[in-house]
């Protein structure tokens, strides 16, 4: 079993729509979790950041952590085409060394 | 604030030859930084941890005399990849935490180095 897991997708939405993306982990030392968007052939950008539980919100997007569940979400109101990339979650425990989840790709249909 | 480059962002060479691939941190001082690997529709697998001026820790299964990292300041480390070959394709991306920074997790990442062996 992977440490973190994230379905790959593809996942196609109508513009305008929410968007909910989910990670599942097992790793109970998880403290610190993370959204990356990756473009094609660019390096991830950070998206959102969230020590341990709770809900952060940043315009569109809002991250939730449910550290009981070992679930985090990402959601994204109101969605573009320019939102259209893969979303990575990301987790640490901490030591600074970080765990990826698989990546879903997201495509936004205008 | 907090922007990583790489150069070159794309090499294509013939197998059996050396690559270098710079990684530089160009607004923030980085202690720590990171390689990773992609392969196509694939997660960043982890491949090595590089801190200034000491050896870098490398990760399980990955060849530290194949893939060598120098991280001689504060704002580059290097890696090259000795003698590739065409299964060390792939997409090498860095990442560099700011020293300092109370949120001690934060990876800023590059726009990453196409490498191709021929």
């Known amino acids: 079993q992977k440490e973190v897991e994230q379905d790959p997708g593809p996942l196609s939405v109508p513009e305008g729509a929410i968007v909910s993306l989910n990670c599942t982990y097992s790793?109970?030392?998880?403290?610190?979790f993370m959204w990356y968007r990756q473009y094609s052939r660019k390096g991830p950008e950070l998206l959102m950041y969230t020590y341990s539980s709770g809900n952060k919100e940043d315009g569109r997007f809002t991250a939730q952590v449910d550290k009981s569940s070992k679930y985090i979400s990402l959601f994204i109101r109101d969605s573009q085409p320019s939102d259209s990339a893969t979303y990575l979650c990301a987790m640490s425990a901490g030591a600074q060394k970080l765990v990826f989840g698989q990546g879903t790709r997201l495509t936004i249909n205008p | 604030g907090a922007v990583v480059s790489q150069h070159p962002s794309r090499v294509i060479c013939k197998s059996g030859t050396s690559v270098k691939i710079e990684c530089r941190s160009l607004?923030?001082?980085?202690?720590?930084m990171f390689w990773y690997r992609q392969f196509p529709k694939q997660s960043l697998m982890l491949m090595a941890t590089s801190n200034e001026g000491s050896k870098a820790t490398y990760e399980q299964g990955v060849e530290k005399d194949k893939f060598l990292i120098n991280h001689a300041s504060l704002t580059l480390s290097t890696l090259t990849v000795t003698s590739a070959h065409p299964e060390d394709s792939s997409f090498y991306i860095c990442?560099?935490?700011?020293?300092?920074?109370?949120?001690?997790?934060?990876?800023?990442f590059g726009p990453g180095t196409r490498l191709t062996v021929l």
């Open positions: 607004d923030f001082q980085a202690t720590t």
């Open positions: 790793n109970s030392a998880f403290q610190y």
């Open positions: 990442s560099a935490i700011q020293t300092g920074l109370a949120a001690s997790d934060t990876q800023y």
